[in-house]
């Protein structure tokens, strides 16, 4: 399972993605800390579902909930990035 959803977590081979991250104010340590409960509230509320049933959700279909979310934000992120770049 892990090799289908490597793209999903960042392993820390990855130097340069390794640094992004923790450039960010203080999200790595929020992420280390809280990851998990953050990463089940975006699931909860993509399912419309509670948080609690979030975490009962089986683990394929959470970790593709999760997949199908980081895609989606990556997608947007690109989407805003190009819109801006057309602007100026």
């Known amino acids: 399972m892990d090799k289908e959803f490597e793209g999903l977590f960042n392993s820390?081979?990855?130097?340069?993605?390794a640094n992004e991250v923790s450039s960010r104010s203080g999200s790595s340590i929020?992420?280390?800390y809280y990851g998990w409960i953050y990463?089940?509230?975006?699931?909860?509320?993509?399912e419309r579902i509670t948080l609690e049933e979030a975490y009962e959700l089986p683990t394929l279909q959470f970790l593709n909930n999760?997949?199908?979310?980081k895609s989606k934000s990556?997608?947007?992120?690109?989407?805003?990035k190009q819109a801006y770049a057309k602007k100026h």
Do not use: N, P, R, S
Not at 12 to 17: C, I, R, Y
Not at 66 to 69: Q, S
Not at 74 to 80: C, G, S
């Open 12 to 17: 820390g081979d990855d130097g340069e993605q």
């Open 74 to 80: 990556e997608y947007e992120a690109e989407q805003l």
């Open 30 to 32: 929020f992420m280390q």
């Open 39 to 46: 990463q089940t509230e975006l699931v909860a509320a993509f």
């Open 66 to 69: 999760l997949a199908y979310l």
